[in-house]
């Protein structure tokens, strides 16, 4: 039977997840405008290319924090049921 305690971490997790998720995509929208007008190829160009880039590093930030929470979480599991990784 899993503990609520359990349970509750879980779903913290999940919900970091889908808050960061969401958060990260309200600030790219918030930073990088989705269209310029009538902007030339140039200013289409380094839009685009804007966009790939935050994308790119909020993806590589993204995956940092879900690894730090991951590890915290599989610490904490580990040391509950009193094992120790070599």
């Keep these: 039977m899993i503990g609520l305690p359990r349970i509750a971490y879980l779903a913290?997790?999940?919900l970091l997840v889908w808050f960061s998720l969401?958060?990260?995509m309200w600030i790219i929208?918030?930073?990088i405008p989705l269209t310029l007008g009538d902007a030339g190829v140039h200013a289409l160009f380094a839009l685009a290319l804007a966009k790939?880039?935050?994308v790119v590093l909020m993806a590589g930030l993204?995956?940092?924090i879900w690894?730090?929470?991951s590890d915290k979480y599989f610490g904490w599991a580990m040391?509950?049921?009193g094992l120790?990784?070599?």
Aim: glycine share 8%; hydrophobic share 60%; proline share 0%.
């Design 62 to 64: 993204w995956l940092y």
């Design 12 to 14: 913290g997790i999940l």
């Design 52 to 54: 790939i880039l935050a």
């Design 22 to 24: 969401i958060v990260g």
């Design 84 to 86: 120790e990784l070599k």
């Design 29 to 31: 929208r918030l930073i």
């Design 79 to 81: 040391k509950k049921r």
């Design 67 to 69: 690894k730090f929470v």
